[in-house]
Structures are given as C-alpha cells and as structure tokens.
C-alpha cells in the first residue's frame, strides 16, 4: 500500500483548528460557519485526504461525500476510524483525476464544501473552484485553507519544485505544492471563480512560521544528507527540543500582539 504521507487521522479536525508549529491553534472561524448549515445537510468533503474531516462531519450529523485519487489509500484510513451510528451517511469518490471525481456527484448539491490544503497542489485551482460552485446550493458555504505564499516555507517548496524540474528529478503527484499565492491573490481566484469572500483568517502568525522554518528547513536537510551516506539523525528529536510547545506558545503570544502589522506575511 502507498504510504501515509498526509496523515492526520491522529490530529484535531481542521473544522476546530489544527496542531502545527508546536503550537495547538485553535480558531471558531469554521465552527461558527457551521451553525447555519443545519443537521441532515449533504456536504462534500474535496481531497479528503486521512478522512478526518469526513469523520468530524459525520460526528456532528452531515451526510459525506468524500473525494479523492487512491481508493486504496482510503480504505485504509476508513479503518482507522469508529465512525458513527447517528443516521448520518458518508461516501467515498475516487478517480483517475479529481475533475471525473466530480463528474461523479454532478447530480447532487452540496450545502457545504470543505476544501482543506488542496488547492496550492493544483496546477489550475480555478477551475475546480468553478466546477465546485456548481456543485453548490445558493446559499452553501465552501471552507478552504490554503497557505500563504509569501511565507518562508513556501518560498522554500517553490525553490525544491524549481530545482527538482531543472535536475529532471520527478516528484510524487499531489505532493509539491504548483501554487505560490499571496492571501490577496487566493481571494481574487476564489471570486473569479464565482464565490463571495465572507471570512478570512491567518491560521497562525509571522513568527511562529518563520523561526520554525529557520529550524527545520536545515535541520532536515542535514538530516536527509546524512541518511543518504547511511548515517541516522535525530531531526525529529532537535526540531521538538529546540521549537519545544513553550518556546513556540510564547512565540504565539508575540504573535497574537503583532498581527496587525505582519498580517500579510
């Protein structure tokens, strides 16, 4: 079976928050969204990926449409889970690519579509954006993250995409992320693409995102030379040492201080 690459079975729902950065960040930006989606609704859960989210609807008594590419893959994470007896009903979509995915449910509407880090891996996030707009009643709601690209870490996976095409190297499809754009230009492609901005918020800050990738970028390339000469290395072990949850909480409260001035980054 392919391997777990984006698991997070294990981790809070992106519908409550999400535990990144040695930080556990918690946001209602979504929760609050939900109350006027009402129980029984049919919502579609795009790239869904480790299921969680699915699993988290159902929880709170959604009926699921779940798509994604590997039928296997899925099983496999629809194991990990004691979905349920509330009535509610889930299903699972799979394709050779995610526009006859969608081509699958066209029949159906959807009051809710939650969209959690699938875009950036789109070479046209437009025009699933379009093909999900159909999807949708007129008065549903659409919940997406996606990452800012003007952040030292997505500066960096556009440097290994770039270097991996110039080398000819090929990475795993889904994996790189195609897009690099700033919170303005993510807006703008949702309202090209027929949807209202209602809400937008940065799920964490400045600081918080630049010191850990200062620690973890080379942190992992070191440990990644050295694992290709055979040599082990705790990366893991000194990332969480150095970006321990104190050190980074306090950073988060520098953060919470500064928003208004590093919002944009």
């Given at each position: 079976m392919e391997r777990r690459t984006f698991d997070r079975s294990q981790d809070v729902s992106k519908l409550e928050g999400c535990n990144t950065r040695s930080i556990e960040y918690r946001w209602d930006l979504f929760t609050r969204e939900l109350q006027s989606i009402p129980r029984g609704a049919v919502a579609l859960d795009f790239g869904a990926g480790s299921l969680r989210d699915s699993f988290?609807?159902?929880k709170r008594g959604y009926n699921v449409t779940a798509i994604d590419l590997n039928s296997e893959l899925l099983a496999s994470y629809e194991s990990d889970y004691d979905w349920p007896k509330?009535?509610?009903t889930r299903e699972i979509v799979t394709g050779q690519d995610l526009e006859s995915c969608i081509s699958q449910v066209d029949s159906k509407r959807f009051s809710l579509i939650i969209c959690f880090d699938v875009l950036e891996h789109l070479e046209n996030p437009g025009s699933i954006l379009r093909q999900m707009q159909s999807l949708m009643?007129?008065?549903g709601r659409l919940l997406i993250t996606v990452p800012n690209g003007r952040t030292l870490f997505e500066l960096y996976f556009r440097f290994i995409l770039l270097l991996a095409r110039l080398i000819g190297k090929k990475l795993r499809p889904g994996e790189p992320h195609l897009q690099r754009n700033s919170p303005e230009k993510w807006q703008k492609i949702?309202?090209?693409?027929g949807f209202k901005v209602l809400h937008h918020a940065m799920a964490i800050g400045f600081f918080a995102n630049t010191v850990y990738a200062l620690v973890q970028i080379p942190v992992a390339g070191v440990g990644r030379l050295l694992s290709?000469?055979?040599v082990s290395f705790p990366s893991q072990r000194i990332l969480h040492f150095i970006c321990s949850?104190?050190?980074m909480a306090?950073?988060?409260k520098l953060?919470?201080?500064t928003e208004r001035y590093f919002y944009g980054l």
């Open positions: 988290e609807l159902n509330n009535g509610t009643d007129p008065d949702l309202q090209d693409s290709a000469a055979g949850k104190k050190v306090n950073i988060d953060d919470r201080h």
